[in-house]
C-alpha cells in the first residue's frame, strides 16, 4: 500500500507564489508518473502537471509559464512551484502516482488534498 501526503496549500494574493508538496511512503519499488490535479467547487478535476520518470512534463495550457512539476526520486516527492496565481487557481489541489510495489504490483494513488486560494 502506497499513502500520499500533501502540504502546502494555504492562501495567497493574486499574483503571489506556493509551492505545493506531495511525499509517497509504502512499499514503493518505483514510480513512472507524478502529477498534480485540481478541483474548484462545482467542476470536474482536471489535470496540472505530471511528470514521468524519464522527466518529461506534460501542463495544463491555463497553467504554462506559471507554474512549474518537479520530482526528487530520492525522496519519492514531487513539487509543484505557482507563481503569479490568479483567483481563478483556487481549488483543491490532488497530487496522484502511479507505479510498482514492492509485490510489483502497479498502483495509483491519491493524496488527501489541500486547498489552495487566491483572494484579496
Same mark, same amino acid.
Given at each position: 500500500?502506497?499513502?500520499?501526503?500533501?502540504?502546502? /496549500?494555504?492562501?495567497? !494574493?493574486?499574483? &503571489?507564489?506556493? @509551492?505545493?508538496?506531495? $511525499? +509517497?511512503?509504502? *512499499?514503493?519499488? #518505483?514510480?513512472?508518473?507524478? /502529477?498534480?490535479?485540481? !478541483?474548484?467547487? &462545482?467542476?470536474? @478535476?482536471?489535470?496540472? $502537471? +505530471?511528470?514521468? *520518470?524519464?522527466? #518529461?512534463?506534460?501542463?495544463?495550457?491555463?497553467?504554462?509559464?506559471?507554474?512549474?512539476?518537479? @520530482?526528487?526520486?530520492?525522496?519519492?516527492?514531487?513539487?509543484?512551484?505557482?507563481?503569479?496565481?490568479?483567483?481563478?487557481?483556487?481549488?483543491?489541489?490532488?497530487?496522484?502516482?502511479?507505479?510498482?510495489?514492492?509485490?510489483?504490483?502497479?498502483?495509483?494513488?491519491?493524496?488527501?488534498?489541500?486547498?489552495?486560494?487566491?483572494?484579496?
Amino acid at each position: 500500500q502506497v499513502q500520499l501526503v500533501e502540504s502546502g /496549500g494555504g492562501l495567497v !494574493q493574486p499574483g &503571489g507564489s506556493l @509551492r505545493l508538496s506531495c $511525499a +509517497a511512503s509504502g *512499499s514503493i519499488f #518505483s514510480i513512472y508518473t507524478m /502529477g498534480w490535479y485540481r !478541483q474548484a467547487p &462545482g467542476k470536474q @478535476r482536471e489535470l496540472v $502537471a +505530471a511528470i514521468t *520518470s524519464g522527466d #518529461s512534463t506534460n501542463y495544463a495550457d491555463s497553467v504554462k509559464g506559471r507554474f512549474t512539476i518537479s @520530482r526528487d526520486n530520492a525522496k519519492n516527492t514531487v513539487y509543484l512551484q505557482m507563481n503569479s496565481l490568479k483567483p481563478e487557481d483556487t481549488a483543491v489541489y490532488y497530487c496522484n502516482m502511479e507505479g510498482y510495489s514492492t509485490y510489483h504490483y502497479r498502483f495509483s494513488s491519491w493524496g488527501q488534498g489541500t486547498q489552495v486560494t487566491v483572494s484579496s
